[in-house]
């Protein structure tokens, strides 16, 4: 199965989770990721992207993630200065759609290990960190 096709069937999974659907508007951002990963990937592996034809992402290794993730990512935002390094926040949403999308081509029987998951804890971004706030009604409606 090529790259963009695991991709589009993990997002039909997605979009038919009972739970919490996955928009083809809100996947945008999903795709550019993927599709970051699959053209790193090609520029880095080229003799695994030539022999390959669009399942170059089968043959990648933790290490790769972990370069990716320490030096691949560029924001599709114009927002962010490609000056500036990546933020954990972005590395983290990365690695969580590598995660997910290698995680369904593990259980569709494409490949036997997930290369996200073998990253070492220190080599995975950190988890975002959110402090849940409760506000009373007066603060809030004061807001």
């Not at 963009?4 to 979009?15: A, G, I, V």
């Not at 992207?49 to 290490?63: E, I, K, M, S, V």
């Not at 691949?72 to 949403?93: A, L, Q, Y």
């Not at 569709?108 to 996200?116: G, S, Y």
């Amino acid at each position: 199965m090529q790259s963009t096709e695991l991709f589009e069937s993990w997002l039909t999974e997605r979009s038919n989770d009972a739970r919490s659907p996955l928009s083809l508007d809100a996947a945008k951002p999903y795709r550019y990721i993927w599709r970051s990963w699959c053209k790193w990937l090609d520029k880095v592996h080229p003799q695994i992207a030539a022999a390959n034809a669009g399942t170059g992402y089968l043959q990648a290794t933790p290490q790769d993630v972990q370069l990716f993730l320490a030096n691949g990512p560029s924001p599709s935002s114009t927002r962010v200065s490609k000056t500036f390094p990546i933020s954990e926040v972005t590395r983290r949403r990365y690695w969580r759609v590598l995660d997910c999308v290698y995680q369904h081509a593990l259980n569709k029987e494409l490949m036997q290990k997930n290369p996200v998951r073998e990253l070492s804890e220190n080599d995975k971004p950190k988890s975002e960190k959110s402090e849940g706030l409760v506000l009373t009604r007066l603060h809030f409606e004061a807001m």
